[in-house]
């Protein structure tokens, strides 16, 4: 059963650089298109981006300037950098998989991440 | 991109009831449709996929239909865990968007 982890601070200061990781576990970091997902409270989803197994990554347009996501094979992770952030950035952000033809299969319970001072 | 949109936004039903939400498309999706199920608290979770495919482990009560731009999901007999939020999501093109929801409620 895969299973994903998302990690990072929790609270960022506007202007900084938002950085969470996510881990896999139970299956391969291969063949996948690897995603970041995210939801401000009580409102709906929207998806940021996604890093390939190897390395090419397409980004939600209305983020691309400020979105950079890697992957690294060797410990099953890939991770999301967003810079100068603002409150509107304040979501919980899920990782997730996305398989070709089938859309989005497995997801991370979740971080949320607010922004403050 | 593709601009997904839910109608309604709620739906009041009772258990037992059968329950249809209704999603549609700016633009041809074909049939890479999913939907997904949200309760409080958690992360959404795949339902149905390729537009009427059960996700593993998902009820039979649960069936998805439509094409191109217009897409259904039915619920044929609520039972008292459906109560939720139900998103739809395309992923015929990057990026993928998601509609806005719509929340099954009692």
């Known amino acids: 059963q895969v299973q994903l982890r998302e990690s990072g601070p929790g609270l960022v200061k506007p202007s900084e650089t938002l950085s969470l990781t996510c881990t896999v576990a139970g299956g391969s970091i291969t063949g996948y298109y690897w995603s970041w997902i995210r939801q401000p409270p009580g409102k709906g989803l929207e998806w940021i981006g996604y890093?390939?197994?190897?390395?090419?990554?397409n980004y939600n347009p209305s983020l691309t300037s400020r979105v950079t996501m890697s992957v690294d094979t060797s410990k099953n992770q890939f991770s999301l950098n967003l810079n100068s952030v603002t409150a509107a950035d304040a979501a919980v952000y899920y990782c997730?998989?996305?398989?070709?033809?089938?859309?989005?299969?497995?997801w991370g319970q979740g971080t949320l991440v607010t922004v403050s001072s | 991109e593709i601009v997904m949109t839910q109608s309604p936004a709620t739906l009041s039903v009772s258990p037992g009831d059968r329950a249809t939400l209704s999603c549609s498309a700016s633009q041809s999706a074909s049939i890479n449709l999913a939907w997904y199920q949200q309760k409080p608290g958690q992360a959404p979770r795949l339902l149905i996929y390729a537009t009427s495919t059960r996700a593993p482990g998902i009820p039979a009560r649960f069936s998805g239909s439509g094409s191109v731009t217009e897409f259904t999901l039915t619920i044929s007999s609520l039972q008292s865990e459906d109560f939720a939020i139900y998103y739809c999501q395309q992923y015929n093109d990057w990026p993928l968007t998601f509609g806005g929801g719509t929340k099954v409620e009692i």
């Open positions: 890093v390939y197994y190897s390395g090419s990554t």
């Open positions: 997730a998989r996305v398989t070709r033809g089938l859309g989005i299969d497995y």
